[in-house]
């Protein structure tokens, strides 16, 4: 009895520790099982909601980043992101580069240009030098880059510590890059984060993970089969639940990767750190952006990460066009099985995108000029017509900046659209293409002129603007009524279906192509147009757009369009300082030569200031005369409100940049008055209700009219911070500042000076060619016979002195103004104005 009981007893203490060692196994193989599932990444489902369009506001009025929208179920999520308000950052990237010459740095630029995104860049500080974030209440930057992840971990502590901040705070993501090389260690962790990093490795089969919160444009469940280029990734691994991948691939061969587990786990080589270790939602590429898939998740974490503040949007217009049909030497032209490949690519490419269709550009005079087989590639061509696009090339592919005359080229023109019509050829498109987009820009007005009569042609396109490259910075505009859109690619149709479009309609989302242009094919489709959105205005306010230091653009530049057309020198004013004396004497000069006069604006042609910089360069060149000698001819022209319009200089210096500059300065207390009588004599009401005293003291609750005409009596007259506009942009030796007390006293003495500065010849005589006039008060010009020839009435104007107390009060008002002149005088090394040495002895400055 005492036996069997010792003996249960042994046998039931075996089972307990039977059920213990059971136990003990299955926590172990539960372990096991959330390690290895956490530590080898696989594809997950995909996302429940699809993320928003571009503009930001969903996510915006979510609180800035989106959440996380897929919890992997194997995880417990601690912490969710804070919501943030992203209204209170600037959309600009902050990217932090190696060194401007850094070739990853330059590529991010590259997509950050392409894509119309703002921003910023800076060499990665190490320590201490970190730029300002913030600008009063608002945070500078929506995205911090780094180029080098490194700097980004390795930051000093205060350093580090500010970003992270400012990062948490605005909800400022951060994108960085791991780019191995041969000193990068094998394995190792990324500091301060529960991430470890293998490097240099082969990848192959890249997967994209659907599950992934940031993807966009990047379509899900794709996989690019293959080895992936290099043998220098890096891929990421954590068992931390704020990692998900985004990119997954296999490793090339199964010896060097025991470390990272089974041989066909799929590792993440770019993940998205969901901010749930730190509250900071980042993008770490294992790799830089050259494989293309990584240019698209490029951009989808810009998106994500800013909240689709800075975003590309699902919707592309492309259009393929096929130039030049019909044209080309015998043995050259398409025969009737290039034109059934052109069909079998169309249909093939309307399997990726619906009703795609080539856009055929016919130049009619040459059709049936090729050898018989081509002439039946022609027939071919327009037996199908209705299944092209069709737009005007040009009837006998002539450059349309070598016709000068209009009518000749709308005749041309006509011929084409004669042929079309004859063939049945649709005419309706409003799109035309010139041949090597001659004339589009530069501008040649008549071809212009000649599309709308002719075919009432709306858009074209052109990829001369502003230059050819870097295609990225080329931008459309619009002319005349007429829209120019810049292509990105030409490529030969041979290329066309090549595997980049396929694989490029294929990885991206839901891309509703309205239209295919020639124009294809950047592997991540980042290049490609948007509808009109880069379109400007005005053509050529780009400093680098300038025809004139173009050797291309003078080559396809109408022969009447010479860039000796334009003046070399500009008087620009300020207004009732005597320009128009200074115009009347300096057109006496044999050599110098005004604009025509405007009809609108009279002497002035008021280009750089206003409205009419719009219509661009062939509209301010026909202002001027052929010079009968390029170089001893002075062309010049003067608009008195350009001294103190702020976008003049830059806008002539653009056009202009070895023009000479005459700024006409008197005190300008008189030229307040001046311009308030001015106002008087054209009737102003507000002038006319006001003394000029009141004008000039009136306080900010004055009426607005009134503050408006005080502001444009005195603010010209701040003679100093309106030449400081001009020096930013023209060197202080081609400015010259003429002394307008001195013109009116002594004219011949100031015009040998402008002449000297000048350097114009032969040197005139003006103490022969100018003639006091008792009567007017002024110097006139002196007819044949002694006759004076002076300004008009509304030169010289009588009117009563102004009164002591405003003299007293203006005098004070410009005093600091005065002193500033007086400092940037003496530091170009300028003569001081008489009237500007009176002010100083009359006042007790010092
Ligand atoms: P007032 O009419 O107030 O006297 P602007 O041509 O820039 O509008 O400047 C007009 C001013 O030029 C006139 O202002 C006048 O004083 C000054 N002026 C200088 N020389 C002149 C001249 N030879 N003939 C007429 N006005 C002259």
């Given at each position: 009895m005492g036996l069997w009981k010792l003996v249960r007893g042994v046998r039931q203490l075996e089972l307990h520790r039977l059920i213990l060692v059971l136990i003990v196994f299955c926590l172990l193989s539960m372990a096991f099982l959330a390690y290895f599932v956490s530590n080898s990444p696989k594809i997950k489902e995909a996302p429940p909601m699809p993320f928003s369009d571009c503009g930001g506001v969903v996510a915006a009025a979510a609180g800035g980043q989106r959440a996380p929208l897929f919890l992997p179920p194997f995880t417990v999520r601690q912490r969710t992101v804070k919501a943030v308000d992203n209204s209170r950052t600037e959309p600009v990237v902050l990217v932090f580069v190696e060194s401007i010459y850094s070739q990853l740095g330059q590529e991010i630029v590259a997509i950050l240009e392409s894509s119309r995104f703002r921003y910023h860049t800076e060499i990665a500080p190490s320590k201490g030098d970190m730029p300002t974030l913030m600008e009063r209440d608002i945070a500078r930057y929506a995205l911090v880059i780094y180029e080098n992840i490194l700097k980004y971990v390795n930051l000093d502590a205060w350093n580090r510590d500010l970003l992270d901040k400012y990062c948490a705070e605005f909800g400022v993501g951060i994108i960085g890059f791991f780019k191995a090389n041969e000193n990068s260690l094998l394995s190792a962790q990324?500091?301060?984060?529960p991430l470890f990093l293998h490097s240099n490795l082969g990848l192959r089969d890249y997967h994209i993970n659907p599950a992934a919160p940031l993807l966009y444009i990047t379509k899900p469940n794709e996989v690019e089969q293959g080895p992936l280029p290099g043998d220098d990734w890096t891929v990421f691994q954590s068992n931390h639940s704020t990692y998900e991948p985004v990119l997954l691939a296999l490793t090339k061969?199964?010896?060097?990767?025991?470390?990272?587990?089974?041989?066909r786990a799929l590792h993440a080589t770019v993940v998205q750190d969901l901010g749930l270790h730190d509250g900071i939602q980042r993008v770490l590429f294992g790799n830089n952006i050259s494989f293309w898939l990584h240019k698209l998740i490029f951009v989808d974490a810009i998106a994500y990460l800013t909240g689709k503040r800075l975003c590309l949007s699902l919707e592309r217009h492309l259009l393929v066009d096929v130039d030049d049909i019909f044209v080309g030497k015998e043995g050259t032209r398409m025969k009737v099985t290039d034109v059934k490949a052109l069909l079998s690519t169309q249909n093939k490419l309307q399997t990726l995108v619906p009703n795609f269709t080539f856009n055929l550009g016919f130049s009619g005079k040459f059709y049936h000029a090729g050898t018989e087989e081509e002439d039946e590639g022609d027939d071919m061509l327009l037996q199908h017509r209705h299944e092209f696009w069709w737009f005007p090339h040009m009837w006998s592919h002539m450059q349309p900046h070598l016709f000068h005359n209009v009518s000749v080229l709308a005749e041309q023109m006509r011929l084409n659209m004669q042929f079309a019509q004859e063939h049945g050829i649709p005419t309706d498109m409003g799109y035309a293409v010139a041949p090597h987009h001659s004339g589009v820009y530069p501008v040649h007005s008549q071809l212009y002129e000649a599309w709308k009569s002719v075919w009432g042609i709306t858009v074209t396109s052109t990829e001369e603007y502003p230059h050819l490259r870097p295609a990225r910075h080329r931008r459309g505009f619009i002319h005349r009524g007429i829209k120019v859109k810049h292509c990105h690619f030409t490529v030969k149709l041979d290329n066309l279906i090549q595997k980049n479009m396929k694989e490029s309609v294929r990885f991206c989302q839901e891309i509703k192509i309205i239209l295919i242009h020639l124009i294809l094919i950047d592997t991540a489709l980042l290049q490609l147009d948007q509808k009109y959105s880069n379109i400007v205005k005005y053509y050529w306010n780009l400093k680098k757009t300038n025809p004139c230091h173009d050797k291309r653009h003078k080559d396809i530049w109408s022969k009447e369009k010479t860039c000796d057309r334009l003046p070399k020198f500009l008087v620009i004013g300020p207004q009732k300082t005597g320009t128009s004396a200074l115009h009347s004497f300096l057109t006496l000069h044999p050599a110098i030569t005004s604009n025509f006069p405007s009809p609108v604006t009279f002497e002035e042609?008021?280009?750089?200031?206003?409205?009419?910089?719009?219509?661009g360069i062939d509209w301010y060149m026909d202002f001027f005369p052929f010079p009968s000698n390029v170089s001893t001819d002075f062309m010049f022209e003067k608009s008195a409100n350009y001294f103190d319009t702020e976008v003049v200089p830059k806008r002539a210096a653009a056009l202009l940049p070895r023009a000479k500059i005459l700024a006409l300065l008197i005190n300008p207390v008189d030229r307040a008055y001046s311009w308030y009588q001015h106002q008087r004599a054209h009737q102003d009401p507000v002038a006319i209700n006001h003394t000029f005293h009141e004008v000039v003291t009136?306080?900010?609750?004055?009426?607005k009219e009134l503050l408006t005409l005080q502001n444009r009596s005195l603010?010209?007259?701040?003679y100093a911070t309106h030449l400081e506009h001009w020096l930013v942009h023209y060197q202080a030796r081609q400015l010259h500042i003429v002394d307008g007390t001195l013109l009116r006293s002594n004219p011949a003495l100031v015009m040998d000076g402008i002449q000297q500065f000048l350097g114009v010849t032969p040197i005139f005589n003006y103490t022969q060619a100018l003639v006091f006039d008792e009567g007017k008060g002024f110097w006139c010009q002196r007819l044949e016979g002694g006759r004076p020839k002076c300004l008009g009435k509304s030169k010289g104007r009588k009117y009563p002195e102004m009164a002591p107390e405003t003299r007293a009060f203006l005098t004070e008002y410009y005093r600091e103004h005065n002193l500033e002149l007086l400092r940037l005088l003496n530091l170009l090394g300028q003569a001081l104005p008489t009237w500007l040495r009176e002010e100083l002895q009359s006042t007790s400055w010092s």
């Open positions: 990324l500091k301060g984060f061969s199964s010896e060097a990767l025991a470390h990272l587990g089974p041989h042609i008021q280009f750089f200031n206003g409205p009419n910089y719009h219509d009136a306080g900010p609750s004055a009426s603010k010209p007259g701040t």
